[in-house]
Protein backbone atom coordinates (compact mmCIF):
# COMPACT_ATOMS: atom_id res chain seq x y z
CA UNK A 1 0.00 0.00 0.00
CA UNK A 2 1.90 3.28 -1.26
CA UNK A 3 1.19 6.53 0.55
CA UNK A 4 0.32 8.05 -2.60
CA UNK A 5 -2.88 5.96 -2.99
CA UNK A 6 -3.96 6.84 0.56
CA UNK A 7 -3.69 10.16 -1.16
CA UNK A 8 -6.01 9.71 -3.89
CA UNK A 9 -8.47 7.57 -1.94
CA UNK A 10 -8.88 10.69 0.29
CA UNK A 11 -9.38 13.12 -2.73
CA UNK A 12 -11.57 10.44 -4.78
CA UNK A 13 -13.61 10.45 -1.26
CA UNK A 14 -14.34 14.36 -0.81
CA UNK A 15 -14.65 15.06 -4.24
CA UNK A 16 -16.92 11.88 -4.54
CA UNK A 17 -15.83 11.85 -9.04
CA UNK A 18 -12.70 10.76 -10.56
CA UNK A 19 -12.67 13.57 -12.98
CA UNK A 20 -12.80 16.44 -10.40
CA UNK A 21 -10.37 14.39 -8.34
CA UNK A 22 -8.03 13.75 -11.20
CA UNK A 23 -7.96 17.72 -11.33
CA UNK A 24 -7.20 18.12 -8.08
CA UNK A 25 -3.47 15.68 -8.23
CA UNK A 26 -2.46 16.54 -11.50
CA UNK A 27 -3.41 13.10 -13.31
CA UNK A 28 -5.83 11.79 -15.98
CA UNK A 29 -8.55 10.07 -14.86
CA UNK A 30 -8.16 6.40 -15.70
CA UNK A 31 -4.17 5.74 -13.71
CA UNK A 32 -6.45 7.85 -10.80
CA UNK A 33 -9.14 4.88 -11.00
CA UNK A 34 -6.94 1.99 -11.64
CA UNK A 35 -5.07 3.05 -8.42
CA UNK A 36 -8.14 2.99 -6.51
CA UNK A 37 -9.08 -0.15 -7.66
CA UNK A 38 -5.73 -1.70 -6.78
CA UNK A 39 -6.32 -0.19 -3.48
CA UNK A 40 -9.23 -2.40 -3.45
CA UNK A 41 -7.66 -5.26 -4.51
CA UNK A 42 -5.04 -5.10 -1.58
CA UNK A 43 -7.78 -5.00 0.68
CA UNK A 44 -10.09 -7.06 -0.48
CA UNK A 45 -13.10 -4.69 -0.04
CA UNK A 46 -14.87 -2.18 -2.56
CA UNK A 47 -14.38 1.42 -1.45
CA UNK A 48 -16.70 2.93 -3.38
CA UNK A 49 -20.31 2.77 -4.79
CA UNK A 50 -19.89 3.16 -8.47
CA UNK A 51 -23.10 3.98 -10.09
CA UNK A 52 -24.17 6.28 -13.59
CA UNK A 53 -21.18 7.99 -13.18
CA UNK A 54 -21.54 9.01 -9.59
CA UNK A 55 -19.60 7.45 -6.70
CA UNK A 56 -20.09 7.21 -3.00
CA UNK A 57 -18.10 5.66 -0.12
CA UNK A 58 -19.08 2.12 1.19
CA UNK A 59 -19.78 1.15 4.92
CA UNK A 60 -16.02 -0.30 4.58
CA UNK A 61 -14.78 2.58 2.87
CA UNK A 62 -16.24 5.14 5.43
CA UNK A 63 -14.02 2.91 7.71
CA UNK A 64 -10.89 2.99 6.04
CA UNK A 65 -11.33 6.93 5.40
CA UNK A 66 -10.93 7.75 8.97
CA UNK A 67 -8.29 5.10 9.05
CA UNK A 68 -6.40 6.42 5.87
CA UNK A 69 -6.60 10.13 7.96
CA UNK A 70 -5.15 8.97 10.71
CA UNK A 71 -2.42 7.19 8.80
CA UNK A 72 -1.53 10.16 6.77
CA UNK A 73 -1.52 12.25 9.49
CA UNK A 74 0.65 10.32 11.18
CA UNK A 75 3.26 10.54 8.17
CA UNK A 76 2.84 14.36 8.14
CA UNK A 77 3.61 14.43 12.25
CA UNK A 78 6.73 12.24 11.32
CA UNK A 79 7.98 14.46 8.43
CA UNK A 80 7.48 17.43 10.56
CA UNK A 81 9.75 16.06 13.95
CA UNK A 82 12.31 15.13 11.57
CA UNK A 83 12.69 18.15 9.78
CA UNK A 84 12.48 19.77 13.39
CA UNK A 85 15.11 17.41 14.84
CA UNK A 86 17.44 18.41 11.51
CA UNK A 87 17.29 22.13 12.30
CA UNK A 88 18.48 21.78 16.05
CA UNK A 89 15.49 21.05 17.77
CA UNK A 90 14.79 18.79 20.68
CA UNK A 91 10.52 18.92 21.05
CA UNK A 92 8.02 18.85 19.17
CA UNK A 93 4.30 20.55 19.93
CA UNK A 94 1.34 21.18 17.76
CA UNK A 95 -0.90 23.61 19.23
CA UNK A 96 -4.51 24.84 17.67
CA UNK A 97 -5.91 28.37 18.49
CA UNK A 98 -9.75 28.27 17.44
CA UNK A 99 -12.37 31.35 18.63
CA UNK A 100 -10.25 34.04 17.51
CA UNK A 101 -8.03 33.58 20.27
CA UNK A 102 -4.86 36.06 19.18
CA UNK A 103 -5.13 37.56 22.88
CA UNK A 104 -1.97 39.39 24.83
CA UNK A 105 -1.67 36.05 27.07
CA UNK A 106 -1.30 33.96 24.10
CA UNK A 107 1.24 36.19 22.88
CA UNK A 108 2.94 36.28 26.35
CA UNK A 109 3.06 32.09 26.10
CA UNK A 110 4.90 31.61 23.07
CA UNK A 111 7.10 34.36 23.98
CA UNK A 112 8.10 32.72 27.28
CA UNK A 113 8.21 28.91 25.51
CA UNK A 114 10.74 30.27 23.10
CA UNK A 115 12.83 32.31 25.48
CA UNK A 116 12.65 29.66 28.11
CA UNK A 117 12.68 26.81 26.04
CA UNK A 118 14.58 27.34 22.54
CA UNK A 119 14.78 23.83 21.72
CA UNK A 120 10.91 22.69 21.72
CA UNK A 121 9.46 24.06 18.01
CA UNK A 122 5.71 25.35 19.13
CA UNK A 123 3.72 25.00 15.85
CA UNK A 124 0.05 27.08 15.66
CA UNK A 125 -2.28 26.30 13.29
CA UNK A 126 -5.71 28.23 13.16
CA UNK A 127 -9.04 25.83 12.93
CA UNK A 128 -12.01 25.67 14.47
CA UNK A 129 -13.48 23.88 17.29
CA UNK A 130 -14.72 21.22 15.20
CA UNK A 131 -11.74 21.18 13.28
CA UNK A 132 -9.64 20.99 16.64
CA UNK A 133 -11.77 18.02 18.02
CA UNK A 134 -11.07 16.11 14.73
CA UNK A 135 -7.26 17.10 14.72
CA UNK A 136 -7.04 15.97 18.53
CA UNK A 137 -8.86 12.32 16.99
CA UNK A 138 -6.21 11.53 14.44
CA UNK A 139 -3.49 13.11 16.18
CA UNK A 140 -2.89 15.79 14.22
CA UNK A 141 -2.63 18.23 17.44
CA UNK A 142 -0.99 17.69 20.68
CA UNK A 143 -3.89 20.42 22.49
CA UNK A 144 -6.12 23.02 21.27
CA UNK A 145 -7.23 26.91 23.07
CA UNK A 146 -11.04 27.34 22.89
CA UNK A 147 -13.77 28.60 25.22
CA UNK A 148 -16.06 26.53 24.22
CA UNK A 149 -17.73 25.40 28.07
CA UNK A 150 -18.21 21.69 26.31
CA UNK A 151 -16.20 18.96 25.37
CA UNK A 152 -17.26 16.26 28.13
CA UNK A 153 -15.34 13.59 26.58
CA UNK A 154 -13.47 10.15 28.15
CA UNK A 155 -11.22 10.66 25.11
CA UNK A 156 -10.48 14.22 26.32
CA UNK A 157 -8.96 16.22 28.94
CA UNK A 158 -10.10 20.32 29.35
CA UNK A 159 -8.00 22.53 32.14
CA UNK A 160 -9.13 26.12 32.71
CA UNK A 161 -5.98 28.21 32.02
CA UNK A 162 -7.18 31.57 32.36
CA UNK A 163 -10.14 33.57 32.54
CA UNK A 164 -11.21 37.02 30.98
CA UNK A 165 -14.12 39.54 31.77
CA UNK A 166 -16.37 40.02 29.17
CA UNK A 167 -17.70 43.37 27.91
CA UNK A 168 -19.71 45.09 25.33
CA UNK A 169 -18.53 46.97 22.31
CA UNK A 170 -20.61 49.80 21.10
CA UNK A 171 -21.00 52.58 18.29
CA UNK A 172 -19.47 56.24 19.95
CA UNK A 173 -22.64 57.64 19.52
CA UNK A 174 -25.21 54.57 20.71
CA UNK A 175 -27.77 55.95 23.63
CA UNK A 176 -26.45 53.13 25.78
CA UNK A 177 -23.07 55.26 26.21
CA UNK A 178 -24.81 57.24 29.14
CA UNK A 179 -24.43 54.24 31.17
CA UNK A 180 -20.82 53.53 32.44
CA UNK A 181 -21.97 49.87 33.23
CA UNK A 182 -24.72 48.00 31.23
CA UNK A 183 -27.27 44.84 31.74
CA UNK A 184 -27.92 42.36 29.54
CA UNK A 185 -31.52 43.03 29.92
CA UNK A 186 -30.90 46.79 28.85
CA UNK A 187 -28.45 45.14 25.89
CA UNK A 188 -30.97 43.07 24.32
CA UNK A 189 -33.11 45.44 23.30
CA UNK A 190 -30.57 46.31 20.42
CA UNK A 191 -29.47 43.73 17.29
CA UNK A 192 -26.16 42.17 18.96
CA UNK A 193 -22.90 41.44 16.47
CA UNK A 194 -22.71 37.32 17.12
CA UNK A 195 -19.98 34.94 16.77
CA UNK A 196 -21.05 32.55 14.21
CA UNK A 197 -22.18 29.07 15.18
CA UNK A 198 -19.00 27.01 13.45
CA UNK A 199 -16.43 29.37 12.78
CA UNK A 200 -16.48 30.83 15.93
CA UNK A 201 -18.30 28.22 18.00
CA UNK A 202 -16.72 28.77 21.59
CA UNK A 203 -17.78 32.27 21.44
CA UNK A 204 -20.90 31.70 20.02
CA UNK A 205 -21.13 29.12 22.75
CA UNK A 206 -20.35 31.74 25.66
CA UNK A 207 -23.14 34.10 24.42
CA UNK A 208 -25.96 31.75 24.50
CA UNK A 209 -24.84 30.44 27.70
CA UNK A 210 -24.84 33.77 29.33
CA UNK A 211 -28.18 34.57 27.72
CA UNK A 212 -29.62 31.09 29.08
CA UNK A 213 -28.21 31.56 32.26
CA UNK A 214 -29.64 34.87 32.80
CA UNK A 215 -33.35 33.36 31.73
CA UNK A 216 -33.45 36.34 28.77
CA UNK A 217 -34.57 35.14 25.67
CA UNK A 218 -31.76 34.70 22.82
CA UNK A 219 -30.68 38.21 21.64
CA UNK A 220 -31.82 39.43 17.71
CA UNK A 221 -28.47 38.95 15.56
CA UNK A 222 -27.89 41.94 13.53
CA UNK A 223 -24.39 39.80 11.75
CA UNK A 224 -22.59 36.93 12.63
CA UNK A 225 -18.54 37.02 12.93
CA UNK A 226 -15.56 35.29 13.08
CA UNK A 227 -13.15 37.28 14.74
CA UNK A 228 -13.54 40.14 16.90
CA UNK A 229 -11.62 42.99 14.32
CA UNK A 230 -14.26 42.23 12.05
CA UNK A 231 -16.90 42.56 14.99
CA UNK A 232 -15.47 45.79 15.98
CA UNK A 233 -15.78 47.05 12.38
CA UNK A 234 -19.33 46.31 12.27
CA UNK A 235 -20.30 47.87 15.42
CA UNK A 236 -18.27 51.53 14.35
CA UNK A 237 -20.54 51.16 11.64
CA UNK A 238 -23.75 51.07 13.71
CA UNK A 239 -25.00 47.42 12.51
CA UNK A 240 -25.24 46.33 16.47
CA UNK A 241 -23.21 45.64 19.99
CA UNK A 242 -20.66 43.09 20.46
CA UNK A 243 -20.22 41.21 23.35
CA UNK A 244 -16.16 40.04 23.39
CA UNK A 245 -13.54 39.44 25.80
CA UNK A 246 -12.07 42.51 27.36
CA UNK A 247 -8.05 41.30 26.08
CA UNK A 248 -9.37 41.07 22.79
CA UNK A 249 -11.01 44.15 22.09
CA UNK A 250 -7.94 46.17 23.31
CA UNK A 251 -6.52 44.77 20.10
CA UNK A 252 -8.43 45.95 17.89
CA UNK A 253 -9.07 49.63 19.37
CA UNK A 254 -11.30 51.36 17.08
CA UNK A 255 -12.36 55.17 17.52
CA UNK A 256 -15.39 54.70 16.35
CA UNK A 257 -16.13 52.11 19.27
CA UNK A 258 -16.82 52.82 23.32
CA UNK A 259 -15.69 49.44 25.26
CA UNK A 260 -19.02 49.32 28.34
CA UNK A 261 -18.83 46.83 31.73
CA UNK A 262 -20.93 44.56 32.36
CA UNK A 263 -23.30 44.68 35.20
CA UNK A 264 -23.04 41.48 36.11
CA UNK A 265 -20.03 40.82 38.22
CA UNK A 266 -19.93 37.14 36.74
CA UNK A 267 -19.70 37.89 32.92
CA UNK A 268 -16.36 36.15 32.77
CA UNK A 269 -15.25 32.85 30.54
CA UNK A 270 -12.69 31.22 30.89
CA UNK A 271 -10.33 29.57 28.25
CA UNK A 272 -9.15 26.10 27.93
CA UNK A 273 -6.42 23.70 26.89
CA UNK A 274 -8.27 20.34 25.29
CA UNK A 275 -5.70 17.56 24.86
CA UNK A 276 -5.86 14.13 24.45
CA UNK A 277 -6.98 11.81 28.23
CA UNK A 278 -3.68 9.98 28.05
CA UNK A 279 -0.23 11.14 29.64
CA UNK A 280 1.35 14.24 28.26
CA UNK A 281 4.43 14.57 27.12
CA UNK A 282 6.94 16.56 29.31
CA UNK A 283 7.07 19.22 26.84
CA UNK A 284 3.51 19.32 26.57
CA UNK A 285 3.15 19.29 30.68
CA UNK A 286 5.90 22.25 30.92
CA UNK A 287 3.51 24.09 27.72
CA UNK A 288 0.57 23.64 30.49
CA UNK A 289 2.47 25.11 33.11
CA UNK A 290 3.25 27.98 31.35
CA UNK A 291 -0.04 28.98 30.42
CA UNK A 292 -1.24 28.61 33.72
CA UNK A 293 1.64 30.68 35.42
CA UNK A 294 0.73 33.40 32.39
CA UNK A 295 -3.01 33.46 33.05
CA UNK A 296 -2.00 33.75 37.03
CA UNK A 297 0.15 36.92 36.25
CA UNK A 298 -1.84 38.50 33.46
CA UNK A 299 -5.02 39.02 35.52
Known sequence: MRIRHLQYFLVVAEEQSFARAAERVHIQPSPLSRAIK????????????????????????????????RILSFMNSVRARVTSADTGYRGHLRIALSDGLAQPRMTELLARCRAEEPLTEIRVLEMTVAEMIRALKFDQ????????????????????????????????????????????????QYPMIACHPE??????????????????PEPTIAEYVSGHELMMMLVAAGYGIGLALESQVALYCHPGVVIRQILDDNAVAATFLVRPNRIPSPELERFFLRAKRVGETMM
Request: with cysteine; glycine share 8%; net charge positive.
Open 38 to 69: DLELELGVALFHRSKGRIRLTWPGEVFLEEAR
Open 141 to 188: IDAGFTVHTGFAHERRIKETVWTDRLVFAMQARHPLLVRDKLSLSEVI
Open 199 to 216: RCAGGNDVINRWFRDAGL
